[in-house]
C-alpha cells in the first residue's frame, strides 16, 4: 500500500504560480511512476504531468507544457508540480497519483490516489 496527502492548493489570480506538493508513505518501491492528475466536475479525470521515480524522465500533457514543472525529492519521498502561468482553465481539483508502468501521461494507470488539492483561479 502507498499512501498519498497533496498540500498546496488555493485561489490564484490568472498569470499567477502555486506549487502543489504530495508526500508519499508505505511500499513506495512499488510504484515507479508518479504523477499528478486533474479533474473538474463533470468531466473525466485527466492526466496532467508524470515522473520516473529513478531516472527523473518527465512527461506532460500537451495544455500544460512549458507552464507546469513536475518534479520529485526522492529522499524525501515527495512528488511537486510547480505550476506557472496558470489560466482560468486550470481550475480543478488536483490528485497525486502512484502506479506501475507505463508511465506516460495519457497512458498512466495509477493503482494509487491521494485525497486532492483544489486549484482555483481567477481571471
Known amino acids: 500500500q502507498v499512501q498519498l496527502v497533496e498540500s498546496g492548493g488555493g485561489s490564484v489570480q490568472a498569470g499567477g504560480s502555486l506549487r502543489l506538493s504530495c508526500a508519499a508513505s508505505?511500499?513506495?518501491?512499488?510504484?515507479?511512476?508518479t504523477g499528478w492528475f486533474r479533474q473538474v466536475p463533470g468531466k473525466e479525470r485527466e492526466g496532467v504531468a508524470s515522473?520516473?521515480?529513478?531516472?527523473?524522465?518527465?512527461y506532460y500533457a500537451d495544455s500544460v507544457k512549458g507552464r507546469f514543472t513536475i518534479s520529485r525529492d526522492n529522499a524525501k519521498n515527495t512528488l511537486y508540480l510547480q505550476m506557472n502561468s496558470l489560466e482560468p482553465e486550470d481550475t480543478a481539483m488536483y490528485y497525486c497519483?502512484?502506479?506501475?508502468?507505463?508511465?506516460?501521461?495519457?497512458?498512466?494507470?495509477?493503482?494509487?490516489w491521494g485525497q486532492g488539492t483544489q486549484v482555483t483561479v481567477s481571471s
Open positions: 515522473i520516473l521515480t529513478n531516472t527523473y524522465i518527465t
Open positions: 497519483a502512484a502506479g506501475g508502468f507505463p508511465c506516460r501521461t495519457a497512458s498512466m494507470r495509477p493503482n494509487y
Open positions: 508505505g511500499n513506495t518501491a512499488s510504484s515507479p511512476c
